[in-house]
């Protein structure tokens, strides 16, 4: 009953192996450090034609990607983890609400980060602008998320859920901490508590430790 995660350290697939992590279910994980070139993004080619990580295998065989499917998936595989509010459950809404935001109004942008060519073409003006704007979009969108949102212990209040473990890694991503705790001086207290997490010390030393 072992899941198999196509992912990188620091990469999306980071959130998902937390979430596996605390869950306790066996995963191994085939490295493809996606954003180093075609011969990384090969690897994944054949569970996710994107090309792109996180792609989780489940134990029955099924492909999933996207990482807000993954986490919202895993958490309804494993409800005894309680890594989210149930359906019915007052913060539900809200639950799903920054589980779509995250992906679709952040993590894109690194698409077009992680390879400016994409949208500059080879003008190395239109390039810099683009790694220039698409971070103070970036922090944009975490303040307004910030303004939105009013956490208590965590995100949503007094439990843990996979929307932390996912602010949690995706804030690490530029334009990182430094910029994230001035625009989310609310969501601050919650990723340093994610960071701390006892049962996760291990893994963020080997998965995304600070500095990289
Ligand atoms: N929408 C996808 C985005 C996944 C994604 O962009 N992954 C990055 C690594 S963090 C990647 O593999 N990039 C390679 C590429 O886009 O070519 C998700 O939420 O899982």
Redesign the pocket.
């Known amino acids: 009953m072992t899941y198999t995660v196509y992912g ?1 350290a620091g ?2 697939s980071v959130p998902v192996e937390a979430a596996l992590t605390l869950i306790g279910a066996p995963y191994e994980v085939i490295e493809a450090v ?2 180093e070139g075609d011969s990384e ?1 090969d690897k ?1 080619a054949p569970v996710n034609p ?5 792609a989780l295998v489940t134990p029955g065989g099924e492909t999933i ?4 499917a993954i986490l919202l998936w895993l958490t309804e595989q494993h409800p005894e983890a309680a890594l989210a509010p149930p359906p019915g459950d007052p913060r539900r809404a809200q639950f799903l609400r920054w589980m779509s935001f995250i ?1 679709a109004s952040i ?2 942008m ?2 077009v980060r ?2 400016p060519s994409r949208l500059g073409g080879d003008d190395p003006a239109a390039q810099a602008r683009i790694e220039a704007l698409t971070l103070d979009r970036i922090a944009d969108c975490w303040g307004m998320m910030d303004r939105q949102i009013t956490p208590g212990r965590w995100l949503l209040g007094d439990t843990l859920t996979v929307l932390d473990l996912y602010v949690a890694v995706v804030s690490r991503w530029r334009p990182r901490r430094d910029r994230f705790h001035e625009v989310a001086p609310g969501m601050t207290p919650v990723v340093k508590r994610v960071d701390a997490l006892p049962e996760l010390q291990a893994f963020w030393a080997e998965r995304f430790p600070f500095g990289d």
């Open positions: 990188a990469s999306g996606t954003w993004r994944v994107m090309r792109q990580v996180p990607t996207e990482s807000a992906p993590y894109s690194f698409w992680d390879v």
